[in-house]
């Protein structure tokens, strides 16, 4: 079963940065895209950027040109730098495989923006 562990949100103010992990228990190499996900109060789960197992990436209309994800094969890992932060970015961050999530979620990562 793959395990998915996400780190490095916080609490950040508005045109801030942070740096996502996303840690999976597999070579990710095995796996497709993968993808950061967020969660919002009140909000559908959205896929805000996603990485082919080639480095082809993809993102939302609202992330583009803030948001940047890359993919470690070797470290079975993948990032998700966040820059410019916005207020609407609050959420939780989770990774996943794209399109099509594995069951097994992991407990996200909180990212708050606020002043």
């Known amino acids: 079963q793959v395990q998915l562990v996400e780190s490095g949100g916080g609490l950040v103010q508005p045109g801030g940065s942070l740096r996502l992990s996303c840690a999976a228990s597999?070579?990710?190499?095995?796996?497709?895209?993968m993808g950061w996900y967020r969660r919002a109060p009140g909000k559908q789960r959205e896929v805000v950027a996603a990485?082919?197992?080639?480095?082809?990436?993809n993102y939302a209309d609202s992330v583009k040109g803030r948001f940047t994800i890359s993919r470690d094969n070797a470290k079975n890992t993948v990032y998700l730098q966040m820059n410019n932060l916005k207020p609407d970015d609050t959420a939780v961050y989770l990774c996943?495989?794209?399109?099509?999530?594995?069951?097994?979620w992991g407990q996200g990562t909180q990212v708050t923006v606020s002043s």
């Open positions: 990485v082919t197992r080639t480095g082809s990436t």
């Open positions: 996943n495989e794209v399109p099509v999530p594995i069951p097994s």
């Open positions: 597999v070579t990710i190499f095995s796996l497709d895209g």
